[in-house]
């Protein structure tokens, strides 16, 4: 969680805002933000209702001309080819949309809320394509019920921090790098905060265009048999995602109570704690982040149960961002002074991700011996 700070000098000399930016729940900047957020998929609501007019009707033919850009390009390719339409709208609403939006306002945080909502969106587009012809139509349900509970956690752990409004806080390693490059934000953003999206949630959907679209892979991506009732993969598919989840609720939730409970501690005239090492995170010092990768590596095996096990390479990209964003959470953590020791020592005696039993301190102990 972002501390409430200022941002830095360097990069109010340049315009950007920083990444807390305090408002009131019925402020123009909070009504403002709700609006951008409810209308910004405008055009990816448009582009559905037009391939389900192109469906009502007959065919498109690519000789209506004019490119994707075109409805009758849109049709053909909406139709024809799923996973490229859904790319298409991604690109241009999401990572080139989003983008514009966050350098006119100076802060980027829109995409954190639609990162719990773009994945039961483009899980949804799968679904209702109209040549959609899943395998197994249990499976299907399965998986889009799962991402949809994924997605309520996630929400409500997002409006939480945020206190229960729009656009408060920017993603605090966007603000970093706007403080490290301040006069070349504007163009380096298009590639940290809008392209770097876009893999990684089409990526972790993979599972759900293989569940709904079976039966159509890439050229490049052979698949397997896929299973046409429900099957193993499917049953330890459910399992993992749960206990996913419920790992990822858990630590949220602890995570919560610790903030609120130093919050008031300062409220009271008492001293923060500086670290939170008890509940599940005694035993690995991201839980949160092992949740998540559990909840979409289960996921996972639905696409795998579909035939393609192609589809695992979308969480095995985000699970290699997200050992990275480990390294960036803890150098941060590690450059504030009055935290340093304090963690050195957490480092030393709890393991990063797997939960471990709790073991002792070597330097620690060796000073004593």
């Known amino acids: 969680m972002a501390d409430m700070v200022s941002p830095p000098a360097s990069m109010k000399a340049h315009g950007w805002r920083g990444d807390y930016r305090p ?18 998929m405008a055009p990816s609501v448009w582009a559905a209702v037009e391939r389900a007019r192109c469906a009502s009707a007959a065919d498109p033919s690519p000789a209506g001309g004019g490119g994707a850009f075109s409805v009758h390009g849109w049709c053909e390719m909406a139709l024809h080819r799923p996973l490229l339409s859904a790319n298409w709208l991604f690109l241009w609403n999401v990572t080139v949309g989003f983008w514009l939006v966050g350098l006119l306002q100076r802060s980027f945080w829109l995409i954190d809320p639609y990162w719990t909502l773009l994945p039961p ?42 206190e229960w409004k729009f656009g408060q806080r920017e993603d605090w390693r966007y603000s970093q790098m706007a403080e490290r490059n301040p006069r070349l934000w504007w163009v380096l953003s298009f590639f940290a905060v809008g392209l770097a999206q876009q893999p990684m949630l089409v990526g972790l959907t993979l599972p759900l265009y293989a569940a709904a679209l079976g039966h159509r892979s890439l050229p490049m991506a052979g698949g397997a048999p896929a299973a046409l009732s429900w099957c193993w993969l499917d049953s330890l598919g459910c399992v993992g995602c749960v206990c996913g989840l419920l790992l990822a609720k858990s630590a949220d939730d602890q995570l919560a109570t610790f903030m609120a409970a130093n919050q ?6 008492q001293s923060r704690v500086r670290l939170l090492d008890t509940g599940l995170w005694r035993f690995s010092r991201h839980p949160n982040y092992l949740g998540e990768t559990i909840f979409w590596a289960s996921l996972g095996l639905f696409g795998c149960a579909s035939g393609h096990w192609w589809v695992l390479c979308g969480v095995a990209f985000n699970t290699l961002v997200l050992i990275s964003v480990t390294f960036m959470t803890e150098q941060r953590m590690l450059a504030r002074p009055e935290r340093r020791e304090d963690y050195m020592r957490y480092m030393r005696t709890t393991s990063a991700w797997i939960p471990l039993p709790k073991f002792r301190d070597r330097a620690t102990n060796s000073k004593r011996e």
């Open 121 to 162: 969106l483009l899980g949804a587009f799968y679904a209702s394509h109209p040549h959609a012809d899943p395998p197994c139509v249990s499976r299907l349900r399965a998986a889009l019920a799962l991402v949809s509970l994924w997605s309520a956690r996630l929400t409500h752990s997002y409006f939480r921090r945020e």
């Open 23 to 40: 408002h009131g729940h019925l402020s123009a900047q909070n009504v403002l933000n709700a609006l951008i957020a409810t209308v910004c």
């Open 264 to 269: 008031a501690r300062v409220a009271s005239g």
